[in-house]
């Protein structure tokens, strides 16, 4: 069974940075793409970032370009979301996936990490 494990939630005020891992337990995965998604108190689970395993090409959520990095380190596998400048609207936990070579969609998820922006 392949797990996600996230690391690197926290609290901290806005204009603050943080930094997402999540890393794959199988290195022999085969993976289409990872992504970042976060999901709010009372709101539904929304696309934050994503990033083709594969040549590297990124997506972002409007509201986090500019302030959000995606990257990826092949040999591990791991993804990473760098955030900066954080908004108190940025609260939420926040999800990794892998959608796998194959699959139409996202279907090996974390467990979630919390990130709290304190205004």
């Known amino acids: 069974q392949v797990q996600l494990v996230e690391s690197g939630g926290g609290l901290v005020q806005a204009g603050g940075s943080l930094r997402l891992s999540c890393t794959a337990s199988r290195r022999t995965l085969s993976m289409y793409a990872m992504g970042w998604f976060r999901q709010a108190p009372g709101k539904e689970r929304e696309f934050v970032s994503s990033i083709r395993w594969s040549g590297g090409s990124t997506v972002y959520a409007d509201s986090v370009k500019g302030r959000f990095t995606i990257s990826r380190e092949i040999r591990n596998p791991t993804v990473y979301l760098q955030m900066n400048n954080l908004k108190p609207e940025d609260t939420a936990v926040y999800y990794c996936?892998?959608?796998?070579?194959?699959?139409?969609?996202?279907?090996?998820w974390g467990q979630g990490t919390q990130v709290t922006v304190s205004s």
């Open positions: 996936a892998v959608q796998r070579v194959g699959a139409n969609d996202y279907d090996l």
